[in-house]
């Protein structure tokens, strides 16, 4: 099966450091990732859809010029959180749409847990 | 309503049936989806349905759908402890960008042996 791959899988910084989480598609190509937050007990909300080649498209409320993110490849996209702040600290989950059959099925990375101290 | 709703918990013993509901929020809906999440992982797609069925199986797993009622459930059938794991269920909303989700909050299934 296809696999995302995200890295790091935890990661702790300091207050007002930028951090980068990476989402990778191992076995196929992916010209459309999604990032995803998630709280504890809370679902996951989408954060933006990421396209590779262009700018990612983001969900109400969420500050582009805080989560930064980048699609330079097929199978690579990246997210960074910059300036971190405590209250950014989350499970930070993507998927990539493998274009295969009709439901373009969405295969999900194993989540990045981001602690701001 | 605007949340895709499901109950938070809920406990079985290994062997019974386990019913997970969830109520979506789009009519329209064109995809329904079962994902299983298990501790510290990602995503996984158990099962999706289309709109236009009112039942699939596979294997263990049986989906309903009541589309009047905008009602999903998942049945898992002798339910193993290695099913312990949050499952969410999941709209694609008409209208929606591709795979752009709903998810609702999770249902965590505890397995007692």
């Known amino acids: 099966g296809a696999v995302v791959s995200q890295h790091p899988s935890w990661v702790i910084c300091k207050s007002g450091t930028s951090v980068k989480i990476e989402c990778r598609s191992l076995d196929f190509q992916a010209t459309t990732m999604f990032w995803y937050r998630q709280f504890p007990k809370q679902s996951l909300m989408l954060m933006a859809t990421?396209?590779?080649?262009?700018?990612?498209?983001?969900e109400q409320g969420v500050e582009k010029d805080k989560f930064l993110i980048n699609h330079a490849s097929l199978t690579l996209s990246t997210l960074t959180v910059t300036s971190a702040h405590p209250e950014d600290s989350s499970f930070y989950i993507c998927s990539a749409r493998w274009d295969r059959g009709l439901t373009g099925e969405l295969f999900f990375g194993e989540g990045s847990r981001l602690t701001v101290l | 309503g605007e949340d895709v709703e499901q109950s938070l918990f809920l406990s079985v013993r290994e062997g019974d049936s386990s019913v997970i509901n969830c109520t979506y929020t789009d009519s329209s809906s064109t995809y329904l989806y079962w994902y299983k999440q298990e501790p510290g992982a990602g995503l996984q797609l158990l099962t999706y349905i289309f709109s236009n069925m009112d039942m699939k199986q596979d294997q263990r797993l049986t989906v309903l759908l009541n589309k009047k009622d905008k009602h999903l459930s998942l049945r898992i059938a002798d339910t193993q402890t290695g099913d312990s794991a949050i499952y969410f269920c999941?709209?694609?909303?008409?209208?929606?960008?591709?795979?752009?989700?709903?998810f609702g909050k999770g249902t965590k299934l505890s397995v007692i042996p």
């Open positions: 999941a709209e694609k909303k008409a209208g929606a960008g591709s795979y752009q989700l709903t």
């Open positions: 990421s396209n590779e080649g262009s700018k990612a498209t983001y």
